[in-house]
C-alpha cells in the first residue's frame, strides 16, 4: 500500500519574495527527498483552490500549502520545523498506508500545468514510452549512457532531477519537448539552451501539441 497522497498548493502571482522563498524551500525538499507529491495554481485551479479552503482551517489557508490523504498537517512553519528535527516522515504520514477506496473522500483535482519552477517533478512530465530511456528501471544502479553518437549529458543541464549520467540526442530531446507541448522554433531553442545543438530538422506543426493547456 503506498503512503496517502501529497497535494502542494502554490501560486504563480508571487509577488512577495518571502513568498516565493516558502514555494521554492518547499519543492526542494520534496524533490531532493524524492517524495512524490502533485501540485495545484490556486491562480488558475478554481476546483484545487475549493479544495484548499474547504481543508484548511481559516486562518491557515496561507500559500503555499498541503494536504496529507486530505488532511491539513500544519503551516509552513510546521514542515519547515518538521524538516529541522528530521520529523517530515511524521509530517508527511510516509510510513502510514493509503487505501484510495476506502480512505478517498472524493477524487481529487486533476493535476494541470504549473508555472512554478520545480513544481512538476520530470518524471511526471515525461511520457511513459520515453521514460526507459531517461529513467533506469532500477533507481539503485548507477545511470548509464542509453544512446549512442552525437549526445551530450541531460544531467549536467537539468540538475536536481536525478538524470546525471544519461545522454540524449538533439533528435531526441527534440520529441521529448515537443510531447511535452512545444514545437518549431521553441523545441529548438529549448534544446540549444540545454547543451544541444539544436541542428536537426525542426518538428513539424502537427506534432506540435499547440493546444498545451494554459492557465
Known amino acids: 500500500m503506498p503512503s496517502p497522497p501529497i497535494q502542494v498548493f502554490l501560486t504563480t502571482i508571487a509577488s512577495q519574495p518571502e513568498l516565493r522563498k516558502r514555494q521554492e524551500y518547499i519543492l526542494r525538499i520534496l524533490q531532493t527527498k524524492k517524495i512524490p507529491f502533485i501540485s495545484y495554481d490556486l491562480a ?12 484548511a482551517p481559516l486562518d491557515k489557508q496561507q500559500l503555499p500549502g498541503i494536504l496529507v490523504g486530505g488532511r491539513y498537517p500544519g ?11 528530521e520529523e517530515l ?13 476506502v480512505d478517498e473522500d472524493r477524487p481529487a483535482p486533476a493535476a494541470k500545468p504549473v508555472g512554478v519552477p520545480g513544481a512538476v517533478p520530470v518524471s511526471q512530465m515525461t511520457p511513459e514510452h520515453h521514460k526507459p530511456k ?17 549526445d551530450f549529458d541531460i544531467g549536467s543541464e537539468l540538475q536536481g532531477f536525478g538524470l546525471q549520467g544519461v545522454r ?14 512545444l514545437g518549431g522554433d521553441d523545441a529548438a ?22 493546444d498545451t493547456q494554459r492557465c
Open 44 to 55: 488558475c485551479d478554481e476546483e484545487a483552490k475549493r479544495l484548499w479552503k474547504r481543508k
Open 75 to 85: 503551516d509552513f512553519d510546521a514542515f519547515e520545523e518538521a524538516v529541522e528535527y
Open 89 to 101: 516522515d511524521t509530517f508527511l504520514r510516509l510510513k502510514e498506508t493509503w487505501n484510495a477506496a
Open 134 to 150: 531517461f529513467f533506469p528501471k532500477d533507481p539503485s544502479s548507477p545511470l548509464k549512457p542509453v544512446n549512442k553518437g552525437n
Open 168 to 181: 540524449v540526442t538533439d533528435d531526441e530531446l527534440k520529441k521529448l519537448v515537443e510531447e511535452l507541448g
Open 189 to 210: 531553442d529549448i534544446v540549444k539552451s540545454l547543451g544541444g545543438d539544436g541542428s536537426s530538422s525542426k518538428p513539424t506543426a502537427e506534432g506540435s501539441g499547440g
